[in-house]
């Protein structure tokens, strides 16, 4: 079974757009497995047009994508621009600020590890901790999940 992972991110000089970027990626994620099968640069042209498209709808000025695919980079690649004032183009290694949206991520990221019984949802925040193990006084050894 192929699986297939998807990283987008984009910088708006107003305001994050988050929940149309998360429907975004959702669509792009559809374009993707749809075309699985494809030539990887038919895939990368799919992928080039879809982008294109949703940043002029959205009027998104740049962001950056990558594709993951059994645990492989298959596509990463930049969009229109990290800054509009100087023309600086999105890369590959542009940084984006996020707003909120690493709080859904973190949240599933908790929910998976109390799955695997690595914690518990009620757990004190010190048992996970490095930092607030040792200002608690514990003073064993810090192990991060």
């Not at 998360?22 to 494809?38: D, E, W």
């Not at 038919?42 to 594709?67: H, Y």
């Not at 757990?123 to 192990?143: E, F, L, W, Y």
């Amino acid at each position: 079974m192929n699986h297939l992972s998807l990283g987008i991110f984009a910088q708006d000089t107003q305001a994050i757009m988050t929940n149309n970027l998360i429907y975004t990626g959702f669509l792009l994620m559809g374009v993707l497995c749809n075309g699985a099968s494809a030539t990887p640069g038919d895939t990368i042209l799919t992928i080039d047009r879809f982008v294109s498209a949703e940043m002029s709808r959205q009027k998104i000025p740049g962001m950056a994508v990558a594709v993951v695919k059994n645990g492989e980079v298959v596509v990463a690649k930049g969009y229109g621009f990290a800054n509009l004032e100087h023309q600086v183009p999105v890369t590959t290694h542009s940084i984006f600020q996020s707003g909120s949206i690493g709080k859904q991520f973190t949240a599933a990221a908790i929910m998976l590890l109390e799955e695997q019984g690595k914690l518990r949802l009620d757990d004190k925040i010190a048992r996970v901790t490095c930092h607030a193990r040792r200002h608690a006084g514990d003073r064993s050894r810090c192990v991060i999940y």
